[in-house]
């Protein structure tokens, strides 16, 4: 059996030393690994606008709402993430394409799935996915009023509702009874 470890990271609760840094690598290379020291670096979390990215995971350092609160590590959504989640709504929904309102739908909803499942797991993503649902409805808007030189009534009045009713899956979606006009 063989394993592979691309990335990993250390998280460890003292000021980080060279020592540290010594036992890490003579740890790793009794597995045969060696730090790649070119993507390596060090963090200090407790510095303030402190974060790295970690497999699509941006983690920060945030201070809480609450008075008496500690501060806290939030994952959430990278950006890097987020434009390739952006770049590939945008492949499927545009303007200029023969496919109908149902089948951008169903090419859609499996990276939407994927997404929301990926991310989902773990963290703080409810305002990422708020934005990444308005994104999409707004590539719907935008696609529907190009049809044609006059105004598309496509997804007029309302096309949270309809693209909700046709099958669309959201991050966050609304119950269609709370949403105006259902």
Sequence with gaps: ????????VILHGQPFTER?????????????LTINEAKTRVVDMLKQKAEFDFLGFTFKMVASR???????????PGKKSQERFKAAIR???KHRTS???RELIAKLNPIVRGWRNYFNSCGYPNRIFFKMDWFVVARFYRWANR????????????PLKKLMKTGME?????????????
Aim: proline share 8%; hydrophobic share 40%; glycine share 4%.
């Design 1 to 8: 059996m063989v394993s592979y470890a691309d990335d990993f």
């Design 20 to 32: 540290q840094d010594q036992w890490f690598k003579e740890k790793l290379a009794l597995e045969g």
């Design 66 to 76: 609450w008075p008496s609160g500690n501060p806290y590590l939030r994952a959430q």
């Design 91 to 93: 492949d499927i929904v």
């Design 99 to 101: 496919l109908t309102l």
């Design 147 to 158: 049809l044609s030189q006059r105004r598309s009534k496509c997804l007029i009045p309302d």
């Design 170 to 182: 959201l991050f966050r979606p609304p119950r269609l009874s709370s949403v105006k006009g259902a």
